[in-house]
């Protein structure tokens, strides 16, 4: 794992507000009929110490993945830098470097405002969790079998998401039923291929790849708890497996 980038201010800055934001969006409503602010803020804290053990296992799962293909990880608020599109046949793009009340903005974080959204309009039950993203800095090696592609850049995303499943057996197994949702719904939200979504870096680099995760993480969330694990994963795999090739042979290669 590469110390440097675990520990560098950008990515400490920007972990400490995903932590911030997912723990707002799960303690939000605590579940209470009548608030009790003495109560809110216990569950608020607890919530706080699950999600960072969350954050920190899936930043684990990028890193040590990225180590081991010579590359760098870092985990980011999602969010807009800059903006393009057509206007009257002209060509406008901008980038946002705002500065509102002394405060520079260079990103706009629409995932966290539709996660807020939601949160206010739902009161709390909506947990939408892509509100973070893994960039990756490239290291070129002099060695061809080092040098990194799309494939290899997909397992990156994919174990920093597997290591949520990993944690989500281990919450099982203490019985931590609050971290077994938040690793949950992390998951799921992620997963999803839609732009900046760690779900479309993999669909666009693997498409093989997230066929097979995205039936996997369907049918293990599915039946999760309600079968014996052992049985669960093997079934899963093998779920998984068959819907991959046939994916790749009748449809990705047709």
Request: glycine share 4%; net charge positive; with cysteine.
């Amino acid at each position: 794992m590469n110390l440097k980038s675990l520990i560098s201010s950008k990515e400490l800055k920007h972990s400490i507000w995903i932590v911030f934001i997912l723990t707002l969006i799960f303690a939000f409503n605590d579940g209470k009929e009548n608030f009790v602010f003495g109560y809110w803020l216990y569950n608020f804290f607890s919530v706080f110490i699950l999600v960072i053990i969350t954050i920190l296992a899936h930043m684990i799962g990028a890193k040590l993945s990225a180590n081991f293909l010579s590359q760098e990880a870092e985990l980011n608020v999602l969010g807009v830098k800059s903006t393009k599109f057509n206007f009257l046949w002209v060509r406008v793009e901008e980038k946002f470097e705002w500065n509102i009340f002394g405060f520079k903005i260079k990103f706009i974080p629409i995932s966290t405002i539709v996660a807020f959204l939601l949160m206010i309009m739902s009161y709390g039950t909506i947990y939408f969790t892509a509100v973070s993203t893994i960039i990756l800095k490239k290291v070129h090696r002099l060695r061809k079998d080092f040098e990194i592609n799309e494939r290899k850049e997909a397992l990156i995303y994919f174990w920093a998401l597997f290591a949520n499943i990993i944690l989500l057996i281990i919450f099982n197994f203490l019985n931590i039923h609050f971290g077994v949702i938040i690793n949950s719904y992390f998951i799921i939200w992620n997963l999803l291929p839609f732009p900046g979504f760690l779900g479309s870096k993999i669909f666009f680099n693997n498409k093989g790849l997230y066929v097979f995760f995205l039936i996997f993480v369907l049918l293990f969330l599915l039946f999760f708890a309600k079968i014996n694990l052992i049985f669960l994963l093997i079934l899963c795999v093998f779920v998984a497996l068959f819907v991959m090739i046939f994916w790749i042979f009748k449809i990705e290669y047709k």
